[in-house]
Structure formats: structure tokens, C-alpha cells
């Protein structure tokens, strides 16, 4: 084939939007964007987390590759036939970059962004990029032009362009948020790695008829497969034929086990992968198993992985259980998955004391905001152990000694503002699994609210909180921890911003059906029957403590 029918080229972000000829527009037979916030999450947490292993190691991922561009040449610019959701999800975060607010990105990366949307050149402006004819005006005048953040829900619900800005938006402000599983340090750096070493393919097509052809033949090729499809074509084909349908039978098993569980088979080969490594993984998923399934037996690997799955199913069902309800609410699952897979699949004789265990490091690690890398080495540390059946005893004490290097979490638990904290919500929930006996698992949804018994708007003129409370004692006591308590939506709609004789009454159910579900709120009634005051606070606070250490200490 001739090569000036097509032409590859491996192209940054910054050129793929910042050359000279870049002008992209959507042919009219092109789909409307369509990404939805599963595929935006997954575009950022990818670019989060190559460009933290490139942090911690220059030599990993020190280009993240994004994926193919598909184009046919018009004129000055392109026709985009493959690639569009990529390249118009790419404009809109430049967009929410130059928009929001507080970023305080330097000169140079936010010329880079803006450069990025429209050309900056001197004369007529110029678009990087156009969408459908149909719905270029709505692109253009709710993103492109300005992105306004105070759009109500049903602008927004109405308008996908602007559904993808507000995800990043989040995205964004999560990131900035130390506390964060995905805070990113150097908001600046980060972009830089986006626009230099964040790369694409762009294939650029002399006819379009060839770009179509191009772009039909490279997806049944596979260049989107997932890395599962490439694990199973690769265990495949180290095969004889006469094996391949037993093969092929139990994967199908797999596949289904995974769905009923709730899981993705991506998520099981991930757990898979931990399992194998006990170590953390360094290149792509498929890559990784590629290596570490050099060595095994196809037949015997694929049986393996069904039990694995089988066990997760039981770990994933089993809601009976306050431990594993417990390390539900952990913002990262796959480090106490894999141990306690690890246990099941090595039938580990200490099961029972290891789950527990494990609530105890992962909740006193969060509340003292123990970093990732921390909690990281430590887990792999734990999965080796269970592989080789240590005892429970030499668990414990690999705990113990990393939780001794850093701060105490109950210092945490005397800070003044616990409510600013994601893990206040599953404190509170542990600390009510332990007041009850007839368990039920609550989750963590829209309608489980955070109650402030002094509430946020105390000063309002027609309550009497500004005589019982200062606006120091409001400033120390509001949202820490003896102040805060849970309810479900509606009794939190009706409880808040009340007196506290009225509030007692929400909290009893007077009027609603029935009292309030939750042990931690009745206990504010027995404990605090008249009045709500400083004194009430600290002693509910204390209160609070001593229960979360009952819980989460563990014994020397």
C-alpha cells in the first residue's frame, strides 16, 4: 500500500492541538457526544494515576498513551472519523481548567490550555475544535465561550457537554483535596504531563472512503480490546486446539460469576494480578499478567481464576458480616480484596481475626490520613504474609509497627472540623454497628445525612442557640466530632435548623413513622434530655472516642 494514502504520526496533546494545522471538525454522520461519567472518571484517574507512577519513577510511564486519532486532511485542518469522544472530552477539560477558579495555574500552562481551545495567533479566532453542526451552538455558548458553574440541575441534566465539564469539575477540586486517594500535589506539573507527555496516534488519511475502511478494521482488529480479551487470546493461543473449547467453557463460567458477583472480569484480573505480584503493578494490566502468566498452564490458570472469582462472589454477598461491611465504606477495595481473597484461596486458619485486623489498620490509617504508599507497602506486606500462612500474631505486629511511625488517629478524632473529612460517615456507621444486635448493612447513599445537632444556621433570629453558644464555641464545637450524628433524609430535612426541643422530637420520629433508626441518635435523647449545650458536646465527643477505640485499637 502506498504510504501517502495514510500517514501515522505520534503526536503529544500539545501538538495534536497546538500545531499549525490543528483544526478538527466533526464529519455530519458522526454520532452526538455521548461520553458519560464512568468513561470521564476512567480518563482521569488513568492520566492521575501513569502520572504519579511517573513521579515516583521517571522511567515509568513517562508517556501515557491515549489511544488513535483517525482524521481525513481538509483544507487547513481535519475531518475526525475515529476519536471524536477522546478529542471533544479533551477540549471540555481545557475549558473547566480556564474556567474555575483558584487554580492559579502559571502563565505558561494556562496559555498552553487556552491555545488548546482556540487559536491565539493574531487575526480571526479560530476553533481547535467543532462538533455536529446541530450542536455546535450548544457547545460553543455553555463551554467553549464560558463555562458557567452555577447552571442549575436541569441545564445541566439537559446538556451532556456540560455534564462532562461539571464531572472535572469535581474531579478537579477532589484532587486539590489532601485527604484525597487521587490528590495530585503539583496541579501545574500535572497538566504539563497531560499536554508533553500525553500522546496520541493521529492517523491522517488522504480519502475518506480509506479512513472509514481504516477505522472499521483497526476496532475488529481489536485496538480498543480490553485487557481481558488480550489475556484470554493469549492463554488461547498457547493452547493445542483439541483444549481450546474446555478453555473456553470455564471463562464463560468466569464471565458470569463476575456478573452475578457485580464485578467487572477487569476488576477480578486486577485482584488476579495483586494476588500474583503482592507487589505494585507497574505497566498495563495485560502486560503485567503477560508476564507473570509466562510460565503457567493454561488450563490449570483459568480454573484457578474461577475459584478466585467464586471466593470474591463470597466476599461481595456476604452482608452479614460488620467487618466486611465495614471495609465497604474504604476508598480503595482492591488492597483488603486481595488479602482476604489471598486467605481464602490459601484457606488461611486465622480468616475471622485477619478481617478484623484489617478494619482496625485501614480505619486508624484513614483518620490519620495515612498516605497511599504507606498503606500500599504495608497491604502487599500483609498478602505475602497470608500467602505463606504466617501467624496472625506476625500480622499484627507488621501493623503495629507501621502505624507507630506515624500519627495517633485519635488526635485526629479531636479535631474541630471531623465533618470535613469523607471517612466521618463511616466512623459514624462503625461506631453504630457496634451499639447493635440485630445487624443490617446501611449504605453510605443521598439519603443517609450527617446530622449537626447545633445546627449550621444556629444564628438564625427565630432560634435560641446564640444563647447557649458563642461564636467561639461555634467556631471549636460545629462540626467536630460530639456534634455529629446521622439520620436518613427526611428526618434530616425536618431536624435541621431547629431548636433542640423540636429537633428531640424529629429525632424520636414524633409525627414521621416511627423513631429514628440509628442507636448513636437515641442516645442523644437518653444523654442530653433538656439541653444541648458545650458540655454535651465534649461529653458525647468522649463518648464517640471511647467507643471508635473499643473498635479500631489494636492490642499489643
Known amino acids: 500500500m502506498s504510504l501517502d494514502v495514510f500517514k501515522p504520526e505520534n503526536l503529544s496533546i500539545e501538538q495534536v492541538f497546538g500545531n499549525a494545522d490543528s483544526f478538527y471538525q466533526m464529519p455530519e454522520y458522526q454520532r452526538p457526544y455521548s461520553w458519560d461519567k464512568e468513561r470521564v472518571e476512567q480518563l482521569w484517574f488513568d492520566l492521575v494515576e501513569a502520572y504519579k507512577n511517573y513521579i515516583e519513577d521517571s522511567t515509568v510511564d513517562s508517556n501515557y498513551f491515549l489511544g488513535s486519532l483517525v482524521v481525513v486532511k481538509n483544507g487547513q485542518g481535519y475531518d475526525v472519523i475515529d476519536g471524536q469522544q477522546r478529542m471533544t472530552t479533551l477540549t471540555i477539560l481545557f475549558c473547566v481548567l480556564r474556567d474555575l477558579d483558584k487554580l492559579n495555574?502559571?502563565?505558561?500552562?494556562?496559555?498552553?490550555?487556552?491555545?488548546?481551545?482556540?487559536?491565539?495567533?493574531?487575526?480571526?479566532?479560530?476553533?481547535?475544535?467543532?462538533?455536529?453542526?446541530?450542536?455546535?451552538?450548544?457547545?460553543?455558548?455553555?463551554?467553549?465561550?464560558?463555562?458557567?458553574?452555577?447552571?442549575?440541575?436541569?441545564?445541566?441534566e439537559e446538556n451532556?457537554?456540560?455534564?462532562?465539564?461539571?464531572?472535572?469539575?469535581?474531579?478537579?477540586?477532589?484532587?486539590?483535596?489532601?485527604?484525597?486517594?487521587?490528590?495530585?500535589?503539583?496541579?501545574?506539573?500535572?497538566?504539563?504531563?497531560?499536554?508533553?507527555?500525553?500522546?496520541?496516534?493521529?492517523?491522517?488519511?488522504?480519502?475518506?472512503?480509506?479512513?472509514?475502511?481504516?477505522?472499521?478494521?483497526?476496532?475488529?482488529?481489536?485496538?480498543?480490546?480490553a485487557s481481558s480479551d488480550i489475556i484470554k487470546a493469549y492463554l488461547l493461543q498457547k493452547l493445542s486446539e483439541d483444549k481450546r473449547s474446555s478453555f473456553v467453557e470455564v471463562w464463560k463460567r468466569v464471565e458470569t460469576i463476575c456478573k452475578?458477583?457485580?464485578?467487572?472480569?477487569?476488576?477480578?484480573?486486577?485482584?488476579?494480578?495483586?494476588?500474583?505480584?503482592?507487589?505494585?503493578?507497574?505497566?498495563?494490566?495485560?502486560?503485567?499478567?503477560?508476564?507473570?502468566?509466562?510460565?503457567?498452564?493454561?488450563?490449570e490458570t483459568i480454573l484457578f481464576i474461577e475459584e478466585f472469582a467464586k471466593n470474591l462472589s463470597e466476599i461481595n454477598d456476604d452482608y452479614q458480616d460488620k467487618d466486611i461491611?465495614?471495609?465497604?465504606?474504604?476508598?480503595?477495595?482492591?488492597?483488603?480484596?486481595?488479602?482476604?481473597?489471598?486467605?481464602?484461596?490459601?484457606?488461611?486458619?486465622?480468616?475471622?481475626?485477619?478481617?478484623?485486623?484489617?478494619?482496625?489498620?485501614?480505619?486508624?490509617?484513614?483518620?490519620?490520613?495515612?498516605?497511599?504508599?504507606?498503606?500500599?507497602?504495608?497491604?502487599?506486606?500483609?498478602?505475602?504474609?497470608?500467602?505463606?500462612?504466617?501467624?496472625?500474631?506476625?500480622?499484627?505486629?507488621?501493623?503495629?509497627n507501621?502505624?507507630?511511625?506515624?500519627?495517633?488517629?485519635?488526635?485526629?478524632?479531636?479535631?474541630?472540623?471531623?465533618?470535613?473529612?469523607?471517612?466521618?460517615?463511616?466512623?459514624?456507621?462503625?461506631?453504630?454497628?457496634?451499639?447493635?444486635?440485630?445487624?443490617?448493612?446501611?449504605?453510605?447513599?443521598?439519603?443517609?445525612?450527617?446530622?449537626?445537632?447545633?445546627?449550621?444556621?444556629?444564628?438564625?433570629?427565630?432560634?435560641?442557640?446564640?444563647?447557649?453558644?458563642?461564636?467561639?464555641?461555634?467556631?471549636k464545637y460545629l462540626n467536630s466530632l460530639g456534634n455529629l450524628t446521622l439520620l436518613s433524609g427526611k428526618k434530616n430535612i425536618r431536624a435541621s435548623n431547629r431548636n433542640y426541643t423540636n429537633k428531640k422530637e424529629i429525632y424520636n420520629g414524633k409525627g414521621l413513622d416511627g423513631k429514628s433508626s440509628f442507636e448513636i441518635t437515641k442516645k442523644i435523647m437518653e444523654d442530653a434530655p433538656n439541653e444541648w449545650n458545650v458540655a454535651e458536646i465534649i461529653k458525647r465527643k468522649d463518648w464517640l472516642i471511647n467507643q471508635a477505640k473499643e473498635i479500631f485499637d489494636i492490642k499489643k
Not at 116 to 128: F, M, Q, V
Not at 163 to 174: G, N, V
Open 105 to 156: 495555574l502559571p502563565d505558561t500552562r494556562m496559555n498552553k490550555v487556552k491555545h488548546s481551545i482556540k487559536d491565539l495567533l493574531g487575526g480571526k479566532e479560530r476553533l481547535k475544535l467543532t462538533t455536529q453542526l446541530n450542536n455546535q451552538a450548544l457547545f460553543e455558548t455553555t463551554v467553549i465561550n464560558k463555562i458557567n458553574f452555577q447552571a442549575s440541575k436541569a441545564k445541566i
Open 160 to 225: 451532556r457537554f456540560l455534564q462532562t465539564a461539571f464531572y472535572f469539575k469535581s474531579l478537579i477540586e477532589e484532587s486539590q483535596n489532601p485527604s484525597s486517594h487521587y490528590y495530585i500535589n503539583d496541579l501545574s506539573g500535572f497538566i504539563k504531563y497531560i499536554f508533553e507527555q500525553t500522546t496520541l496516534i493521529r492517523v491522517v488519511c488522504y480519502d475518506e472512503s480509506f479512513a472509514i475502511k481504516l477505522f472499521t478494521v483497526l476496532n475488529d482488529r481489536g485496538l480498543d480490546l
Open 260 to 299: 452475578q458477583a457485580g464485578e467487572s472480569l477487569q476488576m477480578v484480573l486486577s485482584l488476579y494480578l495483586y494476588y500474583l505480584k503482592s507487589g505494585n503493578p507497574k505497566k498495563n494490566l495485560h502486560e503485567e499478567l503477560k508476564l507473570e502468566l509466562k510460565n503457567k498452564e493454561p488450563i
Open 402 to 475: 507501621n502505624l507507630n511511625i506515624y500519627e495517633n488517629y485519635l488526635i485526629s478524632l479531636d479535631r474541630s472540623n471531623i465533618y470535613s473529612f469523607k471517612w466521618h460517615k463511616p466512623l459514624l456507621l462503625a461506631i453504630e454497628y457496634h451499639q447493635q444486635d440485630k445487624y443490617q448493612f446501611i449504605e453510605i447513599n443521598r439519603d443517609l445525612h450527617t446530622e449537626h445537632i447545633l445546627p449550621k444556621e444556629w444564628k438564625n433570629d427565630e432560634l435560641n442557640w446564640k444563647d447557649i453558644f458563642s461564636d467561639i464555641d461555634v467556631k
Open 325 to 400: 461491611s465495614k471495609l465497604r465504606y474504604l476508598p480503595q477495595s482492591i488492597y483488603w480484596k486481595t488479602i482476604l481473597l489471598a486467605a481464602k484461596q490459601t484457606n488461611y486458619q486465622f480468616y475471622n481475626e485477619l478481617k478484623n485486623l484489617l478494619v482496625r489498620y485501614y480505619y486508624q490509617s484513614w483518620i490519620a490520613d495515612g498516605t497511599s504508599n504507606r498503606i500500599k507497602q504495608t497491604s502487599f506486606n500483609i498478602l505475602k504474609m497470608v500467602k505463606d500462612g504466617k501467624d496472625i500474631l506476625d500480622i499484627k505486629k507488621e501493623i503495629i
